[in-house]
């Protein structure tokens, strides 16, 4: 589809014009994929930084430009990425270990016998603590030898977040992964001279967790180098907000409203609100620090990515704030003034196109204030289309052509957070069926592989500008190539405690999906 001379003129003139310029003001195909799904010949139980290589090639062989990550940060015990207990830390669960230097003392524990099980879920907990003691071996062997290199010093001079974060991290583990509200006092809010004293008495732990991190961006640094060369971007996932058990929390408190927490309103499909528990920002005191602490973790992420998903960012013009011991129900929104909204997410938003070379893409999905969308327009930053959702809501309630998508868009069958297509369509006929009508189909509880490339084919020929779809969207035109349950393809359940949330793995391995000529042929169909 040909991109108009007024989009053209108008991304040429907004305020993220040089954000635009990196990309190309063109369309853009790729796929969505949760990295500890992957799982190849060399993988340790989850997928890794490494495995991201040969997924770069496929992407290269088969049409597609972009790879959306789901959130890579360290998030700790908990599998969920947006649950981080850093907003700069990378998740050491991804390291490769055999690609580390002078790795020879790890070469019995990285046998494949010896390696975590791959189940059909990742076990989480168990590939962590695989990973923390083949690590705690490796460190003790070769650490020095690292830590005492100009490279080493140079990272962690140019990086002040790290020693805050490798103590926390040091003092979770002292103090039995406790919140850190409920540790001692000198741990749990130490002044100047305690912290420099417990980075002191706890100096081989601090920089053996600082050290896995210098690998951590030597590893991600080095895939998005390589995808550059192959001309593939790479798309991160910036959470609006984090764990109010971080090591951020815990370091910058007055950044941070204390007693509310962050959730959403009651909505049509959940009508008791959803209550996150996350910390709510204080703007007036960011603004006051100039946004350091956002700005530092704009340029940490702009190490590694080309674009990146800005979740939630309807929440940085308006967030839904729930007093303590309350329901969803009970909250609020802040700022509590509508005409504080619009001034606050545009100056918010200005400062991070200044802030990286990455360009935004917003997840604004969910009810839309007036002038959020249209702020973003005006600034040049894309929306998210999800196309069982786009339908005239206010009038016939019918779905909108693909083809008047506006061109500032990436439009999309499913996200993580959704039912994958398969399994809307048999599992929510009042939805689906209207979509089989507007498609001029008969509506049966299955969906067949001709309607799925149709659907994938609209997809990937909006007049959105991006067209990303989950991998295994694309993994379902070979039914061997996906679980034979549709629910066992889905990411997350929002609102829901489960053990499949966050813990799905693709299941076939990286290896069997790009040697498949027929998943192959079904996408170059769907790329026409």
Wanted: aromatic content about 12%; overall charge negative; proline content about 7%.
């Amino acid at each position: 589809m040909m991109i108009d001379q007024k989009t053209k003129e108008l991304l040429s003139a907004c305020p993220s014009k040089e954000h635009w310029d990196k990309i190309g003001i063109s369309h853009h195909r790729g796929i969505d994929v949760p990295l500890s799904a992957l799982h190849t010949q060399n993988s340790c139980g989850i997928g890794e930084f490494f495995d991201l290589l040969p997924l770069v090639d496929w992407c290269k062989d088969v049409g597609f430009d972009v790879i959306q990550l789901l959130p890579v940060n360290d998030s700790g015990t908990d599998p969920s990425p947006y649950n981080s207990l850093s907003a700069n830390a990378l998740n050491p669960i991804y390291l490769s270990l055999n690609e580390l230097p002078c790795n020879d003392c790890l070469e019995d524990m990285l046998k494949p016998k010896n390696r975590p099980k791959l189940k059909k879920r990742v076990d989480y907990l168990e590939v962590k603590k695989y990973k923390e003691c083949l690590f705690a071996e490796y460190y003790s062997r070769e650490g020095k030898t690292v830590i005492e290199t100009p490279q080493f010093e140079n990272f962690v001079a140019q990086n002040p977040w790290l020693p805050p974060y490798a103590l926390f991290k040091v003092l979770k583990a002292a103090n039995e992964l406790k919140d850190f509200k409920k540790w001692p006092k000198t741990h749990r809010c130490p002044n100047e001279e305690e912290f420099e004293e417990l980075l002191e008495v706890h100096h081989h732990r601090v920089q053996r967790e600082i050290l896995v991190q210098y690998f951590c961006f030597q590893q991600l640094q080095h895939v998005k180098k390589y995808a550059e060369s192959r001309g593939i971007f790479l798309k991160g996932d910036i959470p609006i907000l984090l764990s109010p058990d971080s090591a951020d929390v815990w370091n910058n408190r007055e950044l941070f409203q204390p007693g509310i927490s962050a959730g959403a309103p009651p909505d049509a499909y959940n009508t008791n609100g959803q209550k996150w528990g996350f910390p709510v920002y204080d703007w007036e005191e960011m603004e006051k620090q100039n946004y350091r602490w956002w700005r530092q973790r704009l340029k940490v992420a702009s190490n590694f990515f080309h674009i990146y998903r800005l979740d939630h960012i309807i929440g940085f013009f308006r967030i839904w704030a729930i007093p303590p011991k309350s329901s969803a129900k009970a909250g609020f929104f802040l700022p509590k003034e509508k005409e504080k909204w619009v001034p606050l997410g545009s100056k918010t938003l200005e400062m991070m196109l200044e802030s990286c070379p990455m360009l935004p893409i917003g997840e604004d999905l969910g009810v839309d204030p007036q002038q959020v969308r249209p702020t973003m327009h005006k600034l040049g930053i894309c929306g998210t289309k999800v196309m069982r959702w786009e339908r005239f809501w206010e009038t016939d309630q019918s779905y909108i052509p693909v083809s008047e998508y506006n061109p500032d868009s990436m439009t999309t069958v499913s996200t993580h957070d959704s039912e994958t297509l398969q399994q809307w369509w048999h599992d929510l006929p009042q939805e689906s069926k209207p979509f089989a009508e507007h498609k001029g189909w008969k509506w049966t509880p299955e969906l067949s592989l001709e309607q799925r490339k149709d659907i994938l084919t609209d997809s990937n020929q909006s007049g959105s500008l991006f067209h990303i779809n989950l991998l295994q969207e694309y993994l379902a035109m070979v039914p061997e190539l996906v679980w034979p349950q549709p629910a066992s393809e889905r990411i997350n359940v929002p609102g829901t405690i489960a053990k499949s949330n966050w813990t799905y793995r693709y299941r076939r391995s990286l290896e069997e999906i790009a040697s498949n000529q027929e998943l192959k042929n079904h996408i170059a169909d769907t790329l026409r």
